[in-house]
């Protein structure tokens, strides 16, 4: 029997999905769902990343500083930090 990637009992696919305190209060309950239902899509199949047809646009900043240093927070659950 040939080990695969997908049979790792220790690589867990997470649900959570993070993006900047400003972006998620800028989009629509329907953004938000999609990107919550792209995510958990991804997780029941095993995988780390959900698809790229699900992307946001405008969480940019002037450097990866600035970009590390924003407030990020779950989509489905604002009120929780991205690491809770």
Not at 25 to 42: T, Y
Request: charged share 25%; hydrophobic share 25%; glycine share 4%.
């Amino acid at each position: 029997m040939a080990y695969t990637q997908s049979n790792n009992p220790f690589k867990k696919a997470t649900r959570k999905v993070c993006l900047p305190k400003a972006k998620i209060a800028s989009m629509s309950d329907a953004e938000k769902k999609k990107i919550v239902a792209a995510k958990q899509s991804a997780a029941n199949q095993g995988k780390q990343r959900r698809s790229s047809s699900s992307n946001t646009t405008g969480t940019s900043s002037n450097s990866l500083t600035d970009w590390v240093k924003q407030d990020w927070r779950q989509v489905g659950d604002p009120s929780k930090k991205c690491g809770e």
